[in-house]
């Protein structure tokens, strides 16, 4: 089977946290090519007004299409998809999944009906927020910290630098008070420091993420469309996972060992894309 005869995803986001995401897509569509988009010339998202996020998206993700057709298109971004999605779907045909804070998983789990929601600033203040909330968890204690070190720690991170330790302490303290004991990770960089947030809460017991879910619709789209899903020999027939990871601005230092360690090892990375609109 050709490459392309493979089911072929692009995943979109800010920065590196749509990582998170497409390592889950990898894991449960190994065979499947995945086209990694980081808008990073404009992160963070979180500080852009909605109607820019909306054009940017729209405008990267039309052209990202016309160099690689694909058969999904992933949000993998929460400020991103609370505000783009219709426009999206209004401009493609292709499938697309958005990301959003999984409250309703996280009330289904905590024991003592303390939740934290961790996102971005632009996030945490969405009415869409306050509505999943409503919705999923009226009878929580719900804590919600958007805090605008955590997004730039992760993209740090990836690029080979420590996360602050005593920092990213402060920025979650009000979990801690509050005493929760299931945190929302409402921004798709956040998995990417878990191991230092585990440090940070170790009283927390269930931390959750939107990753599985979105592989799982993922997953479901493609056997809907009668794509080839399922897992065979991917070695094979896949050199590399991701085919390309484009990114807007500089790609950041290190990246393609970054990616690696996630099991995204890619075949190509390119910054400063496109080089025309
Ligand atoms: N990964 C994006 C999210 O899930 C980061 C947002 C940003 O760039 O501010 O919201």
């Given at each position: 089977m050709s490459e392309r005869e493979l089911p072929r995803i692009l995943v979109f986001d800010?920065?590196?946290?749509g990582l998170s995401v497409a390592a889950r897509v990898h894991e449960q569509l190994p065979t499947a090519s995945i086209v990694y988009l980081a808008d990073n010339a404009a992160?963070?998202?979180?500080?852009?007004s909605e109607s820019v996020v909306v054009e940017r998206c729209c405008r990267l993700i039309s052209k990202a299409l016309e160099q690689y057709p694909c058969d999904a298109i992933v949000v993998a971004c929460n400020t991103a998809s609370t505000v783009a999605l219709p426009n999206l779907r209004a401009i493609t045909d292709v499938p697309v999944v958005g990301v959003v804070p999984a409250v309703k998983p996280a009330a289904t789990q905590t024991k003592n009906r303390r939740i934290g929601i961790l996102a971005t600033p632009a996030t945490v203040r969405r009415p869409y927020l306050d509505e999943l909330i409503r919705e999923f968890a009226p009878d929580c204690q719900v804590e919600r910290v958007g805090h605008p070190g955590l997004v730039q720690w992760a993209e740090d991170l990836a690029r080979g630098v420590p996360v602050p330790q005593c920092n990213l302490d402060g920025a979650v303290r009000k979990l801690r008070d509050a005493g929760v004991d299931t945190v929302v990770l409402?921004?798709?960089?956040?998995p990417l420091l878990l191991t230092s947030l585990k440090q940070s809460l170790p009283e927390v017991k269930f931390w959750v993420d939107s990753g599985d879910a979105i592989a799982r619709r993922v997953v479901w789209l493609l056997a809907q469309a009668g794509k080839p899903i399922e897992a065979r020999e991917p070695s094979r027939v896949l050199g590399?996972?991701?085919?390309e990871a484009l990114f807007?601005?500089?790609?950041?230092?290190?990246i393609a060992s970054y990616m690696a360690g996630l099991g995204l090892q890619p075949k190509l990375v390119t910054g400063n894309w496109p080089e025309t609109l």
């Open positions: 800010s920065g590196v946290g992160f963070p998202y979180g500080a852009l409402g921004c798709t960089h956040y590399t996972p991701v085919a807007t601005g500089k790609a950041p230092a290190g």
